[in-house]
Structure formats: C-alpha cells, structure tokens
C-alpha cells in the first residue's frame, strides 16, 4: 500500500491544533518514556498531556491522508474475520479488520500510520487493506465485545462437551456461563434479566434504564441446562416446569453482594425466567439521593416525620416504590423506635428493623401478620403493599391506634389512591381520619451526557404539550445515541412525582365523598405540583426530552 510520510506534530501547528511549545513538551516526555523502556507513540502522548482531543487529531489525519473516518457503530461487524486474528494482535496495535469483499480487507484503526501492521493483515488475508481512521473507545469497545463472543463460544462449547460426556449438571463450564451472563448484565446497569425461549433458539434480555434490550441469543441446546442451573441456585424445583416458581439466590461479583430474584412462569416453549438484580448498596441511600425535587422532598419528608396515620407510595411495578420505603426507614430507624415491615418478599436486609416475609403456604398472609404485629408494640409499620380488603382493613386500624403505616399501593396519580381506597372497601370517613398524603412516582430516562445535543422538536411533539409550556423559551436536547448509552441517547433515570398532603379542607371533601376534580383543585391552591408539572421542569431543566415524558406520564391526565 502507498505509504505518507507526515510530521504529525508540524501538521497540528500547522492547523493551530497545538503550539510549538506544547510539541516540545510532548517530544521531551517521550524521550523521557523511551529512557525507561515506554514506548508511546507521539499522539496518544499529546492525547495524555491533553493538548489535543484524540477526535480532533483523527480528523486532521482524515484530511490530509484522504482516509474516511468512520462511526464504528453504523457498521455491520463480521466477528468471523474479527475472530480471525488474535485479540491481543488487535488490541495492541488498535485496528480492527471489519468486513471484506472481493477485492478489499476494510480496516478500522485509531493509529492510519501503522503501515507495518496493515502489511502484516495484508499477507495474512491476500487482499488489499482498505484503511478507516476510528477513535481508540470505540475500537476498544468492540475489542471488548469480541472477547466476551469469544467467551461465550468457548464456554457453550465447553457446556455441550460436558453434556455429551456426563449429562449432569454440575459442570463447571455451566457455572462460568451463569457467571457471565450476570456479569454482563450488572456492566450494562441492567436491573432484571429475561431468559426467553423461543422455537429454535432463546434469547436473553436486560431491562436498562426502564427499557428492554436484548443482550444475547443462544441455541436451544444450551436453554435447558442454563435455566435448571439457575433453578438449582434458587432451591427451585428442576423437574417441575407447569406452575410458576418464585426463588431467590445471591453472588458476589468485583466485591459487591448481589441479590437474584427469580420467577419462572410456563410459557409455549418452555419456561419464561426472570432474574431481579438487586443491590444491597441501594439500601443505603438517603432520600436526597432518590432524585425527587427539593420541593417534593421536603412535603415527603414532613409527612414520614407524622407520629400517626398512613402514607401511601404509589406507582406501577419498576418506579421505585421500594427503594423510596427504604430510603425513608434508613432516614426513620433509630435505637429509640420500634420498625416493623411486612414484605412479599423480603428484598433487602435493613439493620435496626425486623422485617417479616408473607408465607402464603402456611396461611401468613399481610392482614394476618399485621394483626399479631400489634402485639410488638412497632413505632412504625411499613407493608409492602395493600393489595385486598382485608389487608387495608388491618393497616387502617393500626394507623388509627397511633401508629405511623407506610405502604405502597397501585395507582395512576397520588388523588386517584383516594378513589381506589374507597373502590377496596374503605369507609370515605375512615380515609379523611388516616390518610395523611400520597407520594405519587415514576422513573424518568435522563439524556445521555455523553451525545447531548440541542434540537428543535417535530411540531406534533411540541403541541402535545403546548398548553402546560405555554410561549415560555425552552431550550430542547436530546441524546444522538453513543456507546455510553447503548445508544438510546438516555443514561440513567430520574424520579418524578408529586406529593399530596392531606390538610383539614381536603380531608373534609373526602369525608363529604366530593369528586377528585374538586380535590385536585383544593391541592392545587395548597401547593401541589402535579406529575406532568414535575416532569415538564425536567424538560426545562434539560434532564429529560418530550419523547420520554409522553411515555412516562399521561399529559393530559387531569
């Protein structure tokens, strides 16, 4: 191939990239590596003195080299030739041997100088290099994706090996592979695992950020042995696959304690697994730290410090109810009160509170338990959620004799858990005398910071929620999608809520058994700020976009 001579650090002067002075500093700090046996080439060293963003460098080459600098991310990867050429050969000297064709070997490197190492794929292949310039994440990314390919082929392998010569269980190669797929799905910030089977093969799924995304797809052979393994880990039963199962079983991986747990439920091609990712460090956060707005916060606050009544956390399944309750009994909990929690099940272990799981099978039910637990003489009670009659008839009595109640419950928005109080059986009078607020909640996705990007909405975007912004000047961002984010252009979530306090004149109107619209309006004049009012200040604020907030909440809710 043709080869360029260039003076990588006259061409930055000459661009205005850098000063002579900082390509002297750079040149007398390699010397210096080189003396101890280091050798780097010149632009990582102006990359590491941050003389020069690695991005800008690549495109200046780009230019003057007349080679196309590419976004790895927007091609189709072929992990056959990939997997072609040693990891530690790629790694090394950053390059990636992408794809070929009839005539061409395409090459993707951080580093279009390295003429030795594309002569060397060339007599390896026989094909002529076609040459791309691609920032080293990017390229070290996907070397890291490879390894885990290799990984994972090499452990299957292993597994049906195994399989064939003593069809058990108790492989090695069965437990490296559990291994691998959890870890892989606590790197990706996954929360729960999906293990699906499909007609021929299986697929694995992780729930990041609110959002399902598929991480992995398997043969079938390796479905079975994979799923009675995880049962085993969670004292289930492997030969019954007709009736759901509920386990749990915990890991340790880099220093951390996991809690797994499981459901399985029959499905057409076997058996649907769902893996909980529970982290005990969650339970050490404080309320400050739920991401709730300081106004919120302090109503919330003010009602968990109430000697007496109940409050209610509501949301769907996955808003963060639990971890809410908790953040409040860390806040809560003290040598001088007596906490007692009811919960199907147990998710985390707190300190300083006694916690009772519902056992079904032996008839231990929320209602029964919170009848004996009165017994105990609790300051404070939490359930873990008021799901029938009986259970709300119990925990609104407890509440009446002078103990604070926390609980969850499902509902849309902190007014309509009034209505459905009344809906389960709860005199209107009743709910006016215990209730004393309602966190409603849910789990917004923030915009990645990594690809943050201004933009201007679509019109239909903008007129869905026209009439709650009004002709205020909003700046938009959205995420454009990058390898931080698995490019959803989203990392991370964020809680949004509102907080109804229960004051005399709204008690009065429950009691009189007055309609919610008269309610809000009561609460609204008190202060409230309703959900979408709470999510569109994100969206000012910049933490979210409009696309997000239309899937989180309903606009025009009230």
Avoid at 245 to 253: A, I, L
Avoid at 258 to 270: E, K, L, Q
Avoid at 291 to 314: A, C
């Amino acid at each position: 191939m043709i080869r360029q001579k260039i003076k990588l650090g006259d061409l930055l002067i000459k661009e205005g990239i850098i000063t002579p002075e900082e390509l002297q500093i750079a040149i007398e700090k390699q010397q210096e590596l080189k003396s101890k046996g280091i050798y780097k080439r010149l632009g990582e060293i102006l990359i590491d003195l941050g003389f020069v963003k690695e991005e800008a460098l690549l495109k200046i080459l780009s230019k003057q080299l007349g080679v196309e600098f590419i976004d790895l991310y927007t091609e189709k990867m072929d992990y056959e030739i990939l997997t072609s050429f040693p990891v530690s050969l790629l790694e090394e000297n950053l390059v990636l041997p992408f794809k070929e064709d009839e005539n061409f070997i395409h090459i993707a490197t951080a580093d279009p100088l390295n003429y030795d190492i594309f002569d060397m794929i060339e007599r390896i292949v026989g094909k002529t290099p076609k040459i791309y310039i691609a920032l080293t994440k990017d390229i070290l990314h996907i070397i890291d994706n490879i390894k885990k390919y290799l990984k994972a082929k090499e452990l299957i392998k292993k597994i049906r090996q195994d399989l064939n010569e003593t069809a058990v269980l108790s492989s090695g190669a069965i437990d490296e592979f559990v291994d691998f797929i959890l870890k892989d799905a606590i790197e990706k910030r996954c929360t729960d695992i999906h293990i699906e089977p499909q007609k021929f093969n299986f697929i694995i799924r992780g729930r990041i950020d609110g959002v399902l995304n598929e991480l992995f797809s398997f043969d079938k052979d390796i479905y079975f042995p994979l799923v009675s393994k995880i049962k085993l880990l969670a004292s289930l039963d492997i030969s019954e696959k007709r009736k759901p199962q509920d386990g749990r079983f915990s890991k340790e991986y880099d220093g951390k304690n996991y809690d797994f747990r499981i459901s399985t439920a029959p499905v057409m091609y076997g058996e649907s697994v769902v893996l909980r990712i529970l982290d005990q460090e969650k339970i050490l956060l404080k309320m400050n730290e739920l991401g709730m707005s300081e106004y919120n916060l302090k109503r919330f606050e003010y009602l968990i410090h109430l000697p007496y009544g109940m409050v209610y956390v509501t949301g769907p399944t996955g808003s963060g109810k639990t971890t809410t309750l908790y953040a409040a009994l860390n806040e809560l909990k003290g040598p001088q009160k007596k906490i007692i929690t009811v919960e199907d099940p147990i998710e985390y272990e707190l300190p300083l509170i006694q916690q009772i799981p519902v056992n079904y099978k032996i008839g231990l039910n929320f209602a029964g338990i919170i009848k004996n637990i009165l017994r105990q003489d609790p300051d404070i009670i939490m359930i873990g959620e008021v799901r029938d009659s009986d259970t709300l008839k119990t925990s609104t009595q407890a509440a009446l004799t002078g103990h604070l109640v926390l609980a969850t419950l499902h509902t849309n928005d902190a007014i309509s858990t009034i209505t459905r109080l009344i809906q389960m059986g709860a005199e209107p009078y009743m709910v006016a005398e215990t209730l004393l607020g309602v966190l409603a909640q849910r789990l917004i996705r923030k915009i990645c910071p990594y690809c943050k990007k201004i933009y201007k909405p679509e019109k239909n975007e903008i007129e869905k929620i026209k009439k709650y912004i009004q002709d205020e000047n909003i700046t938009f961002y959205k995420g454009t999608g990058c390898k931080m984010c698995n490019f959803s252009g989203y990392l991370g979530r964020e809680m949004i809520s509102e907080v109804l306090i229960i004051t005399e004149e709204i008690s009065n109107l429950i009691a009189e058994g007055k309609e919610r619209s008269a309610i809000f309006q009561l609460a609204k004049a008190n202060g409230f700020i309703s959900m979408v009012d709470d999510a569109l200040l994100k969206l000012k604020e910049g933490v979210t976009t409009i696309e997000e907030i239309l899937r989180v909440v309903k606009i025009d809710s009230i």
